[in-house]
T-cell receptor, first 111, second 116 residues
Framework: QQQVKQSPQSLIVQKGGISIINCAYE??????FPWYQQFPGKGPALLIA?????SEKKEGRFTISFNKSAKQFSLHIMDSQPGDSATYFC??????????FGAGTRLTVKP | EAEVAQSPRYKITEKSQAVAFWCDPI?????LYWYRQILGQGPELLVQ????????DSQLPKDRFSAERLKGVDSTLKIQPAELGDSAMYLC??????????????FGPGTRLTVL
C-alpha cells in the first residue's frame, strides 16, 4: 500500500527558518501531487499541489519542487511561523483517483 | 463556507459490535471518498464513489466493511463486526468531480473510532 515515502517523521524549526519535507513515489502513472496540512482534531486541508509538467510551484511562503526523473518532490516553507506547526502529508494520485498518502511529518516551529 | 459533515465525531465500541459512520459531502460534489487514518500514519483510501456508484473499493476489507451512497449524496460506512485493529480515524472527503480531473478533495473532521 505504501507507495509514497515521506521524510522526516518530525521536524523542529526556528521561527523565520526554512522547513523542508521530502517525498518519493514509485508509481510512474501518478500525475497529481498535493500537499495537505492537518491540525489536531481536524481533517487534512489542501495546501498546494503540482502536476508533473512543471518542476516548481510557489504559492506565498509555500513551494513545491518536483523532480520527475528521480520520482521525488518536496515542500519548502519559507519564513516558517509558529502557526505553521501542524502535520504535513504529501500524496500522489492519478487524476485525483487512488490517492496515496505519505506517513506524515510533524512540524514544530519554535518562537 | 461549505464543509463536509461527519457524525459521530467519536465512537467507542467493543469488539464484535457493529458501528456505522455518516458523511454528508459538500453540496454538488459528485465524488465521495472514505479514508482510514491510523494514528501516526497518512490516510488510506477505503472506497471512492462517483455519484452513487463505487469506482474503487480495492482496499476495503469487504468481509467486515461496507459502504453505500444510495442517492448519490450522503454516505454510510459500516463495520461489522468491529475488531481491535479497526481503531482509527475515519475520514470522509468530497470533490467536485474525481475521475479525469484535478479537483481538490475537501476533508471532513473525521470520526475517531476506539474498539475495546
Amino acid at each position: 500500500q505504501q507507495q509514497v515515502k515521506q521524510s522526516p517523521q518530525s521536524l523542529i524549526v526556528q521561527k523565520g527558518g526554512i522547513s523542508i519535507i521530502n517525498c518519493a513515489y514509485e508509481n510512474t502513472a501518478f500525475d497529481y501531487f498535493p500537499w495537505y496540512q492537518q491540525f489536531p482534531g481536524k481533517g487534512p486541508a489542501l495546501l498546494i499541489a503540482i502536476r508533473p509538467d512543471v518542476s516548481e510551484k510557489k504559492e506565498g511562503r509555500f513551494t513545491i519542487s518536483f523532480n520527475k526523473s528521480a520520482k521525488q518532490f518536496s515542500l519548502h516553507i519559507m519564513d516558517s511561523q509558529p502557526g505553521d506547526s501542524a502535520t504535513y502529508f504529501c500524496a500522489a494520485g492519478h487524476n485525483n483517483n487512488d490517492m496515496r498518502f505519505g506517513a506524515g511529518t510533524r512540524l514544530t516551529v519554535k518562537p | 463556507e461549505a464543509e463536509v459533515a461527519q457524525s459521530p465525531r467519536y465512537k467507542i465500541t467493543e469488539k464484535s459490535q457493529a458501528v456505522a459512520f455518516w458523511c454528508d459531502p459538500i453540496s454538488g460534489h459528485a465524488t465521495l471518498y472514505w479514508y482510514r487514518q491510523i494514528l501516526g500514519q497518512g490516510p488510506e483510501l477505503l472506497v471512492q464513489f462517483q455519484d452513487e456508484s463505487v469506482v474503487d473499493d480495492s482496499q476495503l476489507p469487504k468481509d467486515r466493511f461496507s459502504a453505500e451512497r444510495l442517492k448519490g449524496v450522503d454516505s454510510t460506512l459500516k463495520i461489522q463486526p468491529a475488531e481491535l485493529g479497526d481503531s482509527a480515524m475515519y475520514l470522509c472527503a468530497s470533490s467536485l468531480r474525481g475521475t479525469g480531473a484535478y479537483n481538490e478533495q475537501f476533508f471532513g473532521p473525521g470520526t475517531r473510532l476506539t474498539v475495546l
